[in-house]
């Protein structure tokens, strides 16, 4: 069975404390992994796209890596405004499917 | 530009009400999605549509109505709905079915009473 799983759950930083998200998955037929970033009560939005292990994507204090079974979200120096609940998703080789992990909850405080 | 948009932002309804819920893109995506999120849960696939087309129904209750007028809308009809059914509906779109990521809209927050 397909499987994306999210850890931790819930993930409390003081500002300046860098962490990793971590997104482990049991596909058949890896189309993509992605991560998003969902505010409370908006829509997901879109930060990465990786394709291939060994592939890294970088984008202010956020960088994402991936390899055969899992992937990454390293949080760099975080910040207040990077509170949010981080989701990883796969697509899949089966017409169009795109499923989500459970998502880990980032709370950074001053 | 990377924006799907979602009417209504808000919806209350009745469970012998008859409504429906739109999603707009003008990205030249091809493929357009509906998801369902409850609280403090991941959004949950409910279709999709390729290329004007339904090729997945995750086994959605027929009570959910979806249809792809043409390739930049999709509405979602909703009718005798229950209060379980109460939830952010979701809206995505991407450049195709496989392969790309999609771009979500904000969201219809649907109470059913």
């Known amino acids: 069975e397909d499987q994306v799983t999210q850890s931790p759950e819930a993930l409390r930083l003081q500002e300046g404390e860098s962490s990793s998200l971590n997104c482990s998955y049991t596909?058949?037929?890896?189309?993509?992994l992605f991560w998003y970033r969902q505010d409370p009560g908006k829509g997901p939005e879109f930060l990465f796209t990786?394709?291939?292990a060994g592939e890294e994507k970088e984008k202010e204090r956020l960088k994402a890596t991936l390899t055969k079974k899992e992937s990454f979200l390293h949080i760099t120096a975080p910040k207040p405004e990077d509170s949010a609940t981080y989701l990883c998703a796969v697509r899949l080789d089966q017409g169009g499917k795109l499923i989500f992990g459970q998502g880990t909850e980032l709370s950074v405080k001053p | 530009d990377t924006e799907v948009t979602q009417t209504p932002k808000h919806l209350v309804m009745g469970m012998t009400n008859k409504k429906s819920l739109k999603c707009e893109q003008h990205?030249?995506?091809?493929?357009m999605y509906w998801y369902k999120q409850k609280a403090k849960k991941p959004p949950e696939l409910m279709f999709v549509y390729s290329y004007e087309k339904l090729s997945i129904n995750e086994s959605v209750p027929s009570r959910f109505s979806p249809e792809c007028p043409n390739s930049s809308l999709l509405n979602l009809h909703l009718h005798a709905l229950q209060p379980e059914d109460s939830a952010l509906y979701l809206c995505?779109?991407?450049?195709?079915?496989?392969?790309?990521?999609?771009?979500f809209g904000q969201g219809t927050r649907l109470t059913v009473v």
């Open positions: 990786l394709y291939s």
């Open positions: 596909v058949s037929g890896l189309r993509g």
């Open positions: 990205m030249g995506h091809r493929a």
């Open positions: 995505a779109s991407s450049r195709q079915s496989t392969n790309t990521e999609a771009f």
